[in-house]
């Protein structure tokens, strides 16, 4: 989790044949079933479907797999609930979990357990869940794209921050323009887009010392590994 930006580690994780693509394949599936079962089937009129799916392809899922998963899922579909568990790890630092489950017992064990075994403590609602921000972010691949006009094209759209950083332009705005944004963008040929998602960003961060966050990143390996959690966010710098 240190040395690069999660954007920036996307943009290097692109392509990849590891052993955890299809797990990932299979959390940006929930992603879109639980959006088809929360709004229109239609991605134009539901944001959360329009943004899963951008998500699953930015993810280079296949446009028929995706196409074939709306229309099964649009006549049957698993029933997935969504919870998030609030923690902290060894050293203090804030955990927020974001889970999709079918079987809630066996997801608050699993959770609790990554916690425990590595000497973190699982909190109560609301004791992590305010240290953090809901912000809409665009990450671009950074093909010389000018900064000045990116900025220029989105001063009405809510734009709240600009970064340049691993070669990768991270753009922060607030969700409800995230899609008018990406638009814009695209409209002014301006589309290498890494990713394009809903996410939590932490109001102030903490600073770990290399041991702490070996630590750290221990617990939020073994918590992105588990078939259940959607999103791990922490508040460490």
Same mark, same amino acid.
């Given at each position: +989790?240190?040395?690069?930006?999660?954007?920036?580690?996307?943009?290097?994780?692109?392509?990849?044949?590891?052993?955890?693509?299809?797990?990932?394949?299979?959390?940006?599936?929930?992603?879109?079933?639980? $959006?088809?079962?929360?709004?229109?089937?239609?991605?134009?009129?539901?944001?959360?479907?329009?943004?899963?799916?951008?998500?699953?392809?930015?993810?280079?899922?296949?446009?028929?797999?995706?196409?074939?998963?709306?229309?099964?899922?649009?006549?049957?579909?698993?029933?997935?609930?969504?919870?998030?568990?609030?923690?902290?790890?060894?050293?203090?630092? $804030?955990?927020?979990?974001?889970?999709?489950?079918? &079987?809630? &017992?066996?997801?608050?064990?699993?959770?609790?357990? @990554?916690?425990?075994?590595?000497?973190?403590?699982?909190?109560?609602?609301?004791?992590?869940?305010?240290?953090?921000?809901?912000?809409?972010?665009?990450?671009?691949?950074?093909?010389?794209?000018?900064?000045?006009? @990116? +900025?220029?094209?989105?001063?009405?759209?809510?734009?709240?921050? %600009?970064?340049?950083?691993?070669?990768?332009?991270?753009?922060?705005?607030?969700?409800?323009?995230?899609?008018?944004? =990406?638009?814009?963008?695209?409209?002014?040929? %301006?589309?290498?887009?890494?990713?394009?998602?809903?996410?939590?960003?932490? @109001?102030? =961060?903490?600073?770990?010392?290399?041991? =702490?966050?070996? =630590?750290?990143?221990?617990?939020? &390996?073994?918590?992105?590994?588990?078939?259940?959690?959607?999103?791990?966010?922490?508040?460490?710098?």
């Amino acid at each position: +989790m240190s040395g690069h930006s999660k954007w920036a580690n996307i943009k290097h994780r692109k392509g990849s044949q590891d052993q955890k693509r299809g797990m990932l394949f299979q959390k940006l599936s929930k992603e879109i079933i639980v $959006a088809l079962k929360s709004g229109d089937k239609d991605p134009d009129n539901n944001p959360r479907l329009r943004l899963a799916i951008e998500k699953a392809k930015s993810q280079n899922v296949p446009n028929d797999n995706i196409k074939k998963l709306i229309e099964r899922q649009s006549k049957e579909g698993k029933i997935f609930e969504e919870i998030t568990y609030e923690g902290y790890d060894p050293s203090g630092i $804030a955990i927020l979990v974001e889970c999709l489950s079918d &079987n809630l &017992n066996r997801t608050t064990a699993n959770v609790k357990a @990554i916690f425990t075994k590595n000497n973190g403590n699982l909190g109560t609602k609301g004791s992590v869940a305010y240290l953090f921000e809901t912000k809409g972010i665009i990450a671009l691949e950074n093909t010389n794209y000018s900064e000045d006009k @990116i +900025m220029e094209l989105l001063i009405d759209s809510g734009l709240e921050n %600009i970064e340049n950083e691993d070669d990768v332009i991270i753009l922060q705005l607030s969700p409800s323009n995230l899609l008018k944004a =990406k638009k814009i963008l695209e409209d002014n040929n %301006i589309n290498n887009f890494i990713t394009t998602e809903v996410t939590k960003i932490p @109001i102030q =961060k903490t600073k770990l010392t290399p041991e =702490k966050h070996k =630590k750290l990143d221990r617990i939020l &390996n073994l918590l992105e590994d588990n078939e259940d959690v959607q999103n791990v966010f922490n508040n460490a710098e």
